[in-house]
């Protein structure tokens, strides 16, 4: 069965702080995997797309890293306005559904 | 541009009441998606419309359904209501293909179910 799973649950960070984010996916054939970032009260956000081991994706202060079973989400020197809950999705190469973890919040604190 | 538009914004039901929600894809997205959030989770998959037509269905049951008008916009409906089906429903569109890969959300409708 696809699934996906990330950790930690939450995280709580001093403002430049650096971190990673952990998304663990087992999928019977990857077509790619997606980052969100969503705010209270609202919709997902498109932060990357990562189609293949190796690739990586750079916005800011964010790095997204891409294994055979795992994604992460680096967080450098983070400020409090990256304070919210980022979500991984994987794609299988069987249909164009996603599927979603349940995502890690994150709390920067001033 | 605007972004992806949702009807209602809250919405409070009772159990085995019928409930209708509409989203307004970005001008020009063809395709248009459902998904359901309970809280503390991610979002889970119920549907996908492209040029009108029912591209995906979830692991959902027969009280839900969807369609999608000329104009691109979509509705959801959800027939005798359960306590179960209380989340943030979302709408989701992409431009030009059905290939999701990169999805623009609204900010959901919030249904109380009591």
């Known amino acids: 069965e696809d699934q996906v799973t990330q950790s930690p649950e939450a995280l709580r960070l001093q403002e430049g702080e650096s971190s990673s984010l952990n998304c663990s996916y087992t999928?019977?054939?990857?077509?790619?995997l997606f980052w969100y970032r969503q705010d209270p009260g609202k919709g997902p956000e498109f932060l990357f797309t990562?189609?293949?081991?190796?690739e990586e994706k750079e916005k800011e202060r964010l790095k997204a890293t891409l294994t055979k079973k795992e994604s992460f989400l680096h967080i450098t020197a983070p400020k409090p306005e990256d304070s919210a809950t980022y979500l991984c999705?994987?794609?299988?190469?069987?249909?164009?559904?996603?599927?979603w973890g349940a995502g890690t919040k994150l709390i920067i604190k001033p | 541009d605007a972004g992806v538009t949702q009807s209602p914004t809250h919405l409070i039901k009772t159990r085995g009441q019928h409930v209708t929600l509409r989203c307004s894809p970005i001008?020009?997205?063809?395709?248009v998606s459902w998904y359901q959030q309970v809280l503390g989770q991610g979002p889970q998959f119920i549907f996908q419309?492209?040029?009108?037509?029912?591209?995906g269905r979830g692991n959902f049951p027969d009280r839900f359904s969807a369609r999608q008008f000329p104009n691109y916009s979509s509705e959801l409906n959800v027939n005798a209501l359960l306590l179960g089906d209380s989340a943030l429903y979302l709408c989701?569109?992409?431009?030009?293909?059905?290939?999701?890969?990169?999805?623009?959300f609204g900010s959901g409708t919030q249904l109380s179910v009591l």
């Open positions: 001008s020009g997205h063809k395709s």
């Open positions: 989701a569109s992409s431009p030009r293909t059905a290939t999701n890969e990169k999805l623009f």
């Open positions: 419309y492209y040029e009108k037509e029912e591209r």
């Open positions: 999705a994987v794609q299988a190469k069987k249909d164009y559904q996603l599927i």
């Open positions: 990562l189609y293949s081991a190796g």
């Open positions: 999928v019977s054939g990857l077509r790619g």
